[in-house]
């Protein structure tokens, strides 16, 4: 086995749901997984009985898990939109949320926020503020996808406003 295989922690997922640390030799629970994403700590978790990876599976139901309670981070529209880009434009949804959540990581990296209730503080005063700036952000990314489409003629039209495609159309047609 490798350096880097012996360094991530294996969790094993048994039949009976129950996941078990093989590091510390006991039982875990989805909280305690989600307590070593929280701190970085390398780990797979797989299928005791297959060896299959299943880390996305369980990645999955703690997501589930915190939307279900409190105060989501995803509403139904935005379900339905990300459920809407499977398939050809899958790959470059994913990239683009990726790198967006890296930023805003990279962000209170270097803002030195590293105590959670400090930049839950911050953050709380910043909502309206953040949420116009991700608003403007999400409407320049899509201008330049749009643009980019344009420049290329893959989608002629679909640049303008909905008012001015309808425009187009019925030009078209005459």
């Known amino acids: 086995m490798s350096k880097s295989q012996d360094s ?3 969790i094993k997922k048994y039949p ?3 996941l078990y640390d093989s590091h510390t030799s006991s039982h875990v629970t989805l909280a305690d997984i989600r307590r070593l994403v929280q701190e970085e700590e390398p780990f797979q978790v797989v299928d005791a009985k ?6 996305r599976s369980i990645l999955l139901q703690i997501i589930q898990e915190a939307e279900s309670g409190g105060d989501p981070i995803f509403s139904s529209d935005m379900l339905k939109n990300i459920i809407r880009f499977y ?22 990296t270097q803002a030195g926020m590293q ?12 909502v309206p503020m953040m949420q116009d700036m991700m608003r403007q952000y999400v409407e320049q990314s899509r201008q330049l996808y749009l643009n980019t489409q344009n420049m290329f003629g893959l989608f002629g039209g679909l640049g303008g406003s909905p008012e001015q495609n309808d425009k187009d159309k019925k030009d078209g047609e005459e």
């Open 8 to 10: 991530i922690r294996t």
């Open 115 to 126: 105590s959670t209730k400090a930049w839950s503080d911050f953050m709380q005063g910043q």
């Open 50 to 55: 297959t060896g299959e990876d299943i880390t």
């Open 87 to 108: 398939g050809p434009f899958q790959g470059v949804l994913g990239s683009y949320l990726d790198e967006s959540i890296q930023s805003m990581i990279e962000v209170q």
């Open 16 to 18: 009976n749901r129950r």
